[in-house]
């Protein structure tokens, strides 16, 4: 079997706010981020304890929530694609799995998400993209 080495981010919170919503429509209380970055097995796997061995991922949620705080979004799936850009700026991570999901969806109850999936092509062209730009 192949080493694989995964940081994982669950039920992050997001500080953002989604939609338009008009009289009698449900407005979520909550937005919620799941993320698992794949990353070189030998960041996780160590030989001494310092950090200047490993992925630092603190910076990148910090960005994360900047994000979110920047501006209302009209869409999940932008925020989402917003999010996805910030992972690809850090070359360590290989791909990228996002879940957004708000709740409540009808009656108090239940959750909607949308998942993203992305490989290391993906974040290549990502990445590509990103360096035409600057």
Do not use: W
Not at 17 to 39: E, K, N, R, W
Not at 99 to 115: A, E, F, H, M, Q
Request: hydrophobic share 45%; net charge negative.
């Amino acid at each position: 079997m192949t080493r694989l080495a995964r940081i994982e981010l669950r039920d992050l919170h997001l500080p953002v706010s989604i939609g338009t919503y008009g009289p009698g429509d449900v407005v979520p209380d909550a937005h919620i981020l799941d993320l698992t970055l794949t990353i070189a097995p030998g960041l996780v796997q160590i030989a001494s304890d310092e950090m200047a061995n490993v992925f630092d991922y603190d910076p990148l949620i910090a960005k994360i929530a900047e994000i979110a705080r920047s501006r209302t979004f009209e869409t999940q799936e932008y925020l989402m694609t917003v999010i996805a850009q910030a992972c690809a700026s850090y070359d360590v991570i290989e791909a990228v799995e996002l879940c957004l999901r708000k709740s409540p969806v009808l009656g108090g109850t239940g959750s909607l998400g949308v998942r993203l999936v992305l490989g290391s092509e993906d974040l290549a062209a990502l990445r590509d993209l990103d360096r035409r730009v600057q």
